[in-house]
């Protein structure tokens, strides 16, 4: 069933949330997930009863969890993005040189998504981690993103990100 005027399926929607609750949750039960999400027990079964079949879900023990299928996608992702190909090596040195903490960063639909990333045992630690959402401005890197971005491309990020009040700050090239 397709939903609202933008041609998004509803229970894929669903779905996603089902697993981005279980990443978040850890193990959890089906009525427990029924509740987070207001939806149905049944409906949250099913739902779950497809993805294990598929791999994606396992149960054990009335609980269910991500499964090992999902392991594959970071090697796939990555080596099919060709910043995280170019700048890997350039990381890597970094860190090497200064044993610090180094992150990729790429800019996708106007959010920051951390791709790489290597730690020292002298490294800060931070909650970012590989997959990680930032919002541009909110993070050293994604600043440096967007100072290299043409003003219109920024504009659209901050508008899109509702994040309005830095208009004021107005980023500019570099070369400005």
Known sequence: MVSGSNNTVSSVQRAF??????????DISVTKLAQQLDVSKS????????MEESGYIVKTDG??????RFLSFPDVLQ???RLYQAAKDEVEE??????????ELCEENGSGVYIY????NRS???DTKVGSKVSLH?????????????QDKVDEIIDRDGSRPIRSIQLRHATN
């Not at 949330?17 to 850890?26: F, M, P």
């Not at 409906?43 to 497809?50: A, F, Q, S």
């Open 63 to 68: 609980s269910y969890r991500l499964g090992l």
């Open 138 to 150: 909110s993070s050293a890197i994604g600043k440096a993103l967007l100072a290299f971005q043409p």
């Open 79 to 81: 080596k099919s993005n």
């Open 94 to 103: 970094l860190v090497d040189r200064t044993n610090e903490r180094g992150q």
């Open 124 to 126: 800060i630690t931070t």
């Open 17 to 26: 949330k089902i697993l981005e609750t279980i990443r978040n949750q850890g």
């Open 43 to 50: 409906t949250v079964h099913n739902h779950l009863k497809t």
């Open 117 to 120: 990333q290597q730690k020292t």
